[in-house]
């Protein structure tokens, strides 16, 4: 069983930029992939970023493209998202999700098995 939790949400003015990290307690983080997903009210979770088990491949969202990277250490455990340039459109709540199949990008949340708990992202002026 693979616990996560993920930590760096807030407010912040469009333009700026958060950091959040998904910090896994298990054995075996470095064989899964990881995707970051978000949820703003009234939508559907939609995929944000995805990184394979060894960082050889990574997807992003179209929305996202050029703003925000994903990355991981798997020393630490754990896997990051950096966004930039943020958008009020950006604001949702943020959850970080691992997949056994850690050599493959999936893009449908069905496709990962364990899950953070979330974090808000608030961009607003």
């Known amino acids: 069983q693979e616990q996560l939790v993920e930590s760096g949400g807030g407010l912040v003015q469009p333009g700026g930029s958060l950091r959040l990290s998904c910090a896994a307690s298990?054995?075996?983080?470095?064989?899964?992939?990881m995707g970051w997903f978000r949820q703003a009210p009234g939508k559907g979770r939609e995929i944000v970023a995805a990184?394979?088990?060894?960082?050889?491949?990574?997807y992003y969202a179209d929305s996202v493209k050029g703003r925000f990277t994903i990355s991981r250490d798997n020393a630490k455990n754990t896997a990051y998202l950096q966004m930039n340039s943020l958008k009020p459109e950006d604001t949702a709540v943020y959850y970080c999700?691992?997949?056994?199949?850690?050599?493959?990008?999936?893009?449908?949340?069905?496709?990962?098995?364990?899950w953070g708990q979330g974090t808000q992202v608030t961009v607003s002026s």
């Open positions: 999700a691992a997949s056994k199949s850690g050599t493959l990008i999936y893009r449908l949340a069905g496709n990962y098995n364990y």
């Open positions: 990184i394979t088990y060894n960082s050889g491949t990574t």
């Open positions: 298990g054995r075996t983080f470095s064989s899964y992939a």
